[in-house]
């Protein structure tokens, strides 16, 4: 998230020069000139490379040197080197601010062109869930732990394929570039995949061996599968991530646990078995919240965490947008302060009908 300045303190800033400029001027002419306050005329230039581009600023320094000029006639300045050291300060103090502002200018359009970049990759990685999927209305929420970043470590997805919807939760160990480029990696398996294998478990097994090719130093991947077919039900592939939320139709939430926790992905080498697809009954009227640990570990100002179970109910809300905006809003509420962590959330709401189909290619589907 970008802080922007408030429009009254911008223009507090850019009238700062005038400001500095006519004080020294009237304290000048007011105490004489046996204090010296002709020189402080250069405040005005230096404010000006601070805040203003340096055609503003040069013009700023043209008016200190007149002013500079002027008062210095009126004390009797130039019969002795105090005028002309005043003056030169002035000068040089312009110039100075001319070059900050231009190296200034320079490097807020490299942000921007940074920015517009980082733009580009976001929709490319983190592209926007489909608004409609088979039977499932979907809505998402994403909070990046870096103050400036709206991309981290946790990825999601959902892909309306020909064996039903698919969803992907995850979230990379560790943070920064790296953390995006693996999730990248990751979400590129998961879209190509997730139209080409039939089975779920099939599907883990290339997302499996994706990763494990690619990292390295014991790093990992934990992540959620889930699969929404035209059954009512929910096959959901646990690969050490914190259990999905799931909201009936009464508002009652449960945390559906997997048979067995199998490692995350990328320390398939470590051994031990992979996860087992376990079903849970999802039906119209349902909503399943697949979230990152970023949710369920932030803090107050006491040190408690989040009590996700207990915000279930402000899921209510007959928009899916508008009840995730919600819980992400109390959410922020409970931190209390800046995310020390990537947080993601992926609402889903059963609205279909009885015998709706998945397939892709259906209207809203991606």
Same mark, same amino acid.
């Given at each position: 998230?970008?802080?922007?300045?408030?429009?009254?303190?911008?223009?507090?800033?850019?009238?700062?020069?005038?400001?500095?400029?006519?004080?020294?001027?009237?304290?000048?002419?007011?105490?004489?000139?046996?204090?010296?306050?002709?020189?402080?005329?250069?405040?005005?230039?230096?404010?000006?490379?601070?805040?203003?581009?340096?055609?503003?600023?040069?013009?700023?320094?043209?008016?200190?040197?007149?002013?500079?000029?002027?008062?210095?006639?009126?004390?009797?300045?130039?019969?002795?080197?105090?005028?002309?050291?005043?003056?030169?300060?002035?000068?040089?103090?312009?110039?100075?601010?001319?070059?900050?502002?231009?190296?200034?200018?320079?490097? +807020?359009?490299?942000?921007?062109?940074?920015?517009?970049?980082?733009?580009?990759?976001?929709?490319?990685?983190?592209?926007?869930?489909?608004?409609?999927?088979?039977?499932?209305?979907?809505?998402?929420?994403?909070?990046?732990?870096?103050?400036?970043?709206?991309?981290?470590?946790?990825?999601?997805?959902?892909?309306?394929?020909?064996?039903?919807?698919?969803?992907?939760?995850?979230?990379?160990?560790?943070?920064?570039?790296?953390?995006?480029?693996?999730?990248?990696?990751?979400?590129?398996?998961?879209? !190509?995949?997730?139209?080409?294998?039939?089975?779920?478990?099939?599907?883990? !097994?290339?997302?499996?061996?994706?990763?494990?090719?690619?990292? +390295?130093? +014991?790093?990992?991947?934990?992540?959620?599968?889930?699969?929404?077919?035209?059954?009512?039900?929910?096959?959901?592939?646990?690969?050490?991530?914190?259990?999905?939320?799931?909201?009936?139709?009464?508002?009652?939430?449960?945390?559906?646990?997997?048979?067995?926790?199998?490692?995350?992905?990328?320390?398939?080498?470590?051994?031990?078995?992979?996860?087992?697809?376990?079903?849970?009954?999802?039906?119209?009227?349902?909503?399943?919240?697949?979230?990152?640990?970023?949710?369920?570990?932030?803090?107050?100002?006491?040190?408690?965490?989040?009590?996700?179970?207990?915000?279930?109910?402000?899921?209510?809300?007959?928009?899916?947008?508008?009840?995730?905006?919600?819980?992400?809003?109390?959410?922020?509420?409970?931190?209390?302060?800046?995310?020390?962590?990537?947080?993601?959330?992926?609402?889903?709401?059963?609205?279909?009908?009885?015998?709706?189909?998945?397939?892709?290619? +259906?209207?809203?589907?991606?």
């Amino acid at each position: 998230m970008i802080v922007k300045m408030p429009p009254s303190a911008s223009a507090a800033l850019s009238w700062m020069p005038v400001a500095a400029m006519a004080v020294v001027a009237v304290v000048d002419v007011t105490a004489g000139p046996g204090v010296g306050f002709l020189p402080l005329v250069s405040l005005g230039p230096a404010f000006a490379g601070l805040v203003g581009d340096w055609r503003r600023t040069a013009v700023i320094g043209l008016v200190a040197l007149l002013l500079c000029l002027g008062l210095g006639l009126y004390n009797g300045l130039f019969d002795r080197p105090r005028g002309y050291t005043a003056m030169a300060s002035v000068a040089g103090v312009t110039g100075v601010g001319i070059a900050a502002a231009v190296m200034r200018s320079r490097r +807020e359009a490299e942000l921007a062109s940074v920015r517009s970049i980082a733009e580009v990759a976001q929709r490319v990685l983190l592209r926007p869930v489909p608004l409609t999927a088979g039977p499932l209305q979907a809505a998402v929420s994403y909070t990046s732990a870096l103050a400036e970043a709206r991309i981290g470590g946790d990825l999601y997805e959902v892909v309306a394929s020909p064996h039903g919807v698919r969803v992907i939760v995850g979230d990379v160990q560790g943070k920064g570039l790296d953390a995006v480029e693996t999730a990248a990696r990751v979400l590129g398996a998961f879209r !190509e995949a997730a139209y080409d294998e039939k089975d779920l478990v099939k599907l883990g !097994e290339r997302l499996e061996r994706s990763v494990a090719r690619e990292l +390295e130093d +014991e790093k990992f991947v934990t992540a959620i599968l889930a699969e929404i077919g035209d059954d009512h039900r929910v096959v959901l592939l646990n690969y050490g991530h914190p259990a999905p939320m799931l909201v009936r139709g009464d508002g009652t939430a449960d945390f559906p646990q997997p048979p067995a926790y199998a490692l995350p992905l990328g320390l398939a080498a470590h051994g031990g078995p992979g996860p087992d697809p376990f079903p849970v009954p999802f039906g119209p009227g349902d909503q399943l919240l697949l979230y990152t640990d970023g949710v369920t570990e932030a803090r107050d100002d006491r040190g408690g965490f989040y009590p996700l179970a207990e915000r279930a109910r402000l899921l209510d809300d007959p928009d899916v947008h508008r009840a995730l905006d919600a819980l992400r809003e109390d959410l922020v509420r409970h931190a209390a302060g800046p995310h020390h962590d990537d947080a993601a959330m992926l609402l889903l709401r059963y609205q279909g009908h009885e015998g709706s189909g998945c397939a892709a290619g +259906e209207p809203g589907a991606d």
